[in-house]
Nanobody
Framework: QVQVVESGGGLVQPGGSLRLSCAAS????????MGWYRQAPGKQRELVAR???????TYADSVKGRFTISRDNAKNTVYLQMNNLKPEDTAVYYC?????????WGQGTQVTVSS
């Protein structure tokens, strides 16, 4: 059994910052890629950022320069620092972690950017 739990979402004004965290626990042997997707109402889920076990990173063009993904392998945790948030960043953010050949998802955390 593997559990993936996100935290850190909320309401923030445009230009503000939030930090999302995601911790994996349970029967974990090797975690490969960890990352974040988001889904806004009426839109498809899209990749926001991901980080490999070797700390290689990939970002969506829409968040480059504003978001930073990082991970703490000792804690099986991935973080998403979101700066200069825009209303179009409003979405449910889902964390995932790839353990061997299986992808595990968190339950999602709401991020709302509004004045």
């Amino acid at each position: 059994q593997v559990q993936v739990v996100e935290s850190g979402g909320g309401l923030v004004q445009p230009g503000g910052s939030l930090r999302l965290s995601c911790a994996a626990s349970g029967s974990i042997f090797n975690i490969y890629t960890m990352g974040w997707y988001r889904q806004a109402p009426g839109k498809q889920r899209e990749l926001v950022a991901r980080i490999t076990s070797g700390s290689g990173t990939t970002y969506a063009d829409s968040v480059k320069g504003r978001f930073t993904i990082s991970r703490d392998n000792a804690k099986n945790t991935v973080y998403l620092q979101m700066n200069n948030l825009k209303p179009e960043d409003t979405a449910v953010y889902y964390c995932y972690t790839d353990i061997t050949a299986i992808r595990y998802w968190g339950q999602g955390t709401q991020v709302t950017v509004s004045s």
